[in-house]
């Protein structure tokens, strides 16, 4: 069930990327607002740094290629050491429950790519919970950009 409203995502493309190139060197930064409930993608050559707040949910993504197939990096900052077990667990939890819609709001936002180039909709998702305590610090699997598809 599609969590992700399409009136309430919106897409910049910085230079050097257009809707359909390139794929690699093409890198996607998510945020968000509390208070609207607004998702803000942009997508360019690197990560939109100037667009991340101090509490640090971003969700930062990429495109790599081995062996002639495409994966989709994406990585999450649970903490640096500065949040404590308490907050980091609570912050893991967070970006587990919301991570569908994040890549809903990826695979929607983004939508003319998938088109454009078929193969990245069975592109594995690779996501790196990046912690400094070992529990919270995992690398997960999340399905294919074709389970987040919201029709």
Same mark, same amino acid.
Request: hydrophobic share 35%.
């Given at each position: !069930?599609?969590?992700?409203?399409?009136?309430?995502? +919106?897409?910049?493309?910085r230079?050097? @990327?257009?809707?359909? &190139?390139?794929?690699?060197?093409?890198?996607?930064?998510?945020?968000?607002?509390? #208070?609207?409930?607004?998702?803000?993608?942009?997508?360019? #050559?690197?990560?939109?740094?100037?667009?991340i707040?101090?509490?640090?949910?971003?969700? $930062?993504?990429? /495109? @790599?290629?081995?062996?002639?197939?495409?994966? +989709?990096? @994406?990585? $999450?900052?649970?903490?640096?050491g #500065?949040?404590? #077990?308490?907050?980091?667990?609570?912050?893991?939890?967070? =970006?587990?429950?919301?991570?569908?819609?994040? $890549? &809903?709001?990826?695979?929607?936002?983004?939508?003319?790519?998938?088109? @454009?180039?078929?193969? $990245?909709?069975?592109?594995?998702?690779?996501?790196?919970?990046?912690?400094y305590?070992?529990?919270?610090?995992?690398v997960? !699997? /999340?399905?294919? =950009?074709?389970?987040?598809?919201?029709?």
């Amino acid at each position: !069930m599609a969590r992700l409203n399409p009136d309430k995502i +919106f897409v910049e493309y910085r230079q050097k @990327v257009t809707s359909t &190139e390139p794929i690699l060197g093409r890198y996607y930064t998510l945020t968000h607002s509390d #208070e609207t409930g607004e998702l803000f993608l942009t997508i360019g #050559e690197r990560y939109a740094y100037d667009k991340i707040n101090p509490t640090r949910d971003e969700v $930062l993504g990429h /495109w @790599v290629k081995y062996d002639n197939k495409y994966y +989709f990096y @994406v990585y $999450l900052y649970i903490d640096g050491g #500065e949040f404590g #077990e308490v907050k980091s667990a609570i912050r893991d939890k967070i =970006f587990r429950k919301e991570l569908p819609l994040a $890549l &809903e709001a990826i695979r929607y936002g983004d939508r003319e790519l998938f088109n @454009v180039h078929l193969k $990245l909709k069975i592109a594995p998702i690779i996501v790196f919970f990046n912690s400094y305590i070992p529990k919270y610090n995992k690398v997960n !699997m /999340w399905g294919i =950009f074709k389970e987040y598809d919201i029709g």
